[in-house]
């Protein structure tokens, strides 16, 4: 089965810093991966999702962007954060082979922009 | 448009009592549901998922939901609530597989000793 790790688990930055959210997927091949944002009190927002490396759809116009280097990571970007960006940063994947129709999430991401 | 609501933002039950957390769901073709759920600070677990089939889908740690299509619910319960139960609960529906998923905002769980 798959596991899939997001690093760093709690992050605080200041507003107009640079920021990167990692997302890795082991067990898994050519999985489709997902970005949600969720803010405190509130449900979850898809942010980016990819169906393959190099193929990212945006869901929301806004500050951040992101990427798909290799097939099993996947990366959240921001060039200057905004503090409306602090929330917890959720990455999912739905698996390639076996179980298509599901999707599986990581840890989180805990970021607070000051 | 398609969206899904929990109407119920916090419940409070009693340990050992009966749980039900409401879902409704608007979705223009046959949807595929899920429930899942999430711990303070963790990511959310899956605890069921329909497809097709059965109406009433077993999950993990005792839960089962119930889709009725002529209400447009999926609803989740549990027949007696441990306090290791106490968390968010997430419904969601979407087209399975490449698809996207809509979120509820999510039920919170508290379970009084």
């Known amino acids: 089965s798959q596991t899939i790790h997001q690093w760093p688990a709690t992050l605080v930055q200041p507003v107009g810093s640079p920021l990167s959210l990692e997302c890795t997927v082991e067990g898994t091949s050519n999985p489709n991966l997902y970005w949600y944002r969720q803010a405190a009190g509130r449900g979850l927002q898809l942010l980016f999702y990819s169906v393959g490396i190099g193929q990212i759809s945006s869901e929301v116009p806004q500050n951040l962007s992101a990427s798909r280097p290799q097939d099993r990571q996947f990366i959240l970007s921001s060039k200057k954060l905004l503090l409306s960006d602090s929330g917890f940063y959720l990455c999912?994947?739905?698996?390639?082979?076996?179980?298509?129709?599901?999707?599986?999430f990581g840890p989180g991401t805990r970021l607070t922009v000051l | 448009a398609q969206s899904v609501t929990q109407p119920d933002i916090h419940i409070t039950v009693s340990e050992g009592a009966s749980l039900e957390l409401r879902c409704n769901y608007s979705?223009?073709?046959?949807?595929?549901l899920f429930w899942y759920v999430q711990s303070p600070g963790q990511g959310l677990q899956l605890l069921l998922k329909?497809?097709?089939?059965?109406?009433l889908v077993q999950g993990i740690k005792g839960f089962e939901a119930e889709f009725k299509r002529s209400q447009s619910s999926f609803n989740l319960r549990k027949p007696s609530v441990h306090w290791s139960d106490a968390a968010e609960y997430f419904c969601a529906v979407g087209p399975g597989g490449t698809g996207k998923l809509i979120f509820g905002q999510g039920t919170t769980l508290q379970v009084k000793p």
């Open positions: 979705y223009g073709a046959t949807p595929y």
């Open positions: 329909y497809f097709s089939g059965d109406t």
């Open positions: 999912a994947c739905v698996p390639g082979t076996v179980d298509t129709d599901t999707q599986y």
